[in-house]
C-alpha cells in the first residue's frame, strides 16, 4: 500500500467533479460468456463458484483504476485487492469470507484453500471493526437460482465509497454457450466506462482461456 500524491495525480480534477454528486456510485451489468471456464472446472471437480472469484480477482487486478481507493485523509493504491464474497450458511442465510488473494496461485490451489477457509469459519459475518480494518476488498456474491438483466445493490452512501461490488447471476444456454448476466458497481471518482471495458476484456480472457476448442 502507498500514499498517492494527489495533486500530481492525473484524475484529480475528474475525481472533484464527481465528488460534487449526491451520489457517484454506478453500476453496469453485461453478458459473459463462461462456457470456457465451466467446462474446465467440471471435468476437473472443482467449485465453479470460487473459479469465478479466482477468475474475476485475477481480471480486477490487472486494471489499475480499481486499485486506487478514497480515504479521508487522502488517497492510496493497494498493490493487491483481495475478494469478501457470500456464500450459503444454514437453510437461507449467507456468510462471509474475507480471504486474502495471490494473483499467482493456482486456480486449484485457491479452489482448495477457499473451501477450507469457508469450513473453519465460525462466525458467518465480519464484525464493523474488521469491515473497517481494511479496504483491499473486492465486494463479490452471486444470484445461482435465476438469470436477470437488471439488478440493484446496496450503497452505503459516502462518497468516499471505493468498494467494487461484482454480482452474476445462473447462467443460460444461448446459441450453444454458456452466458450469465455480471454486475459490477463501482465509484465514477474513481472509474469510468473506459476502465469497465477493461475489465469487461479481462474478464472474456480469463473466460477464453480455459475454452477446449473442438
Known amino acids: ?23 457517484p456510485i454506478y453500476s453496469v451489468t453485461f453478458p459473459l460468456d463462461v462456457t470456457g471456464l465451466y467446462g474446465y472446472v467440471k ?32 488517497l492510496i493504491w493497494h498493490d493487491v485487492l483481495s475478494p469478501s464474497y457470500t456464500f450459503p450458511w444454514g437453510e437461507d442465510l449467507f456468510a462471509i469470507l474475507n480471504l486474502d488473494f495471490d494473483p ?15 469450513q473453519a469459519l465460525r462466525d458467518p459475518l465480519p464484525t464493523e471493526e474488521e469491515d473497517a480494518a481494511r479496504d483491499d476488498l473486492v465486494y463479490l456474491s452471486c444470484l445461482p437460482w435465476f438469470t436477470y438483466y437488471h439488478i440493484t445493490q446496496e450503497t452505503t452512501g459516502d462518497r468516499n465509497d471505493s468498494v467494487p461490488r461484482l454480482l452474476w447471476g445462473r447462467f443460460e444456454e ?8 455480471m454486475t459490477v458497481q463501482v465509484n465514477h471518482r474513481l472509474i469510468d466506462g473506459i476502465h469497465l471495458s477493461w475489465l469487461k476484456s479481462a474478464l472474456e480472457r480469463e473466460m477464453k482461456e480455459w475454452r477446449v476448442e473442438s
Not at 499467482?104 to 469457508?118: M, T
Not at 444461448?174 to 448476466?181: A, D, I, K, S
Open 104 to 118: 499467482s496461485e493456482s486456480l486449484h490451489a485457491f479452489c482448495a484453500r477457499a473451501a477450507r477457509e469457508q
Open 43 to 74: 471435468r476437473e471437480g472443482l467449485s465453479f463458484y470460487h473459479a469465478m472469484i479466482w477468475a474475476v480477482m485475477r481480471a480486477i487486478n490487472g486494471v489499475e483504476a480499481f486499485h486506487y481507493k478514497l480515504r479521508p485523509d487522502g
Open 1 to 23: 500500500m502507498k500514499t498517492i500524491d494527489e495533486t500530481t495525480w492525473p484524475r484529480r480534477a475528474h475525481c472533484e467533479l464527481f465528488g460534487r454528486s449526491a451520489n
Open 174 to 181: 444461448q446459441n450453444g454457450r454458456l452466458v450469465l448476466p
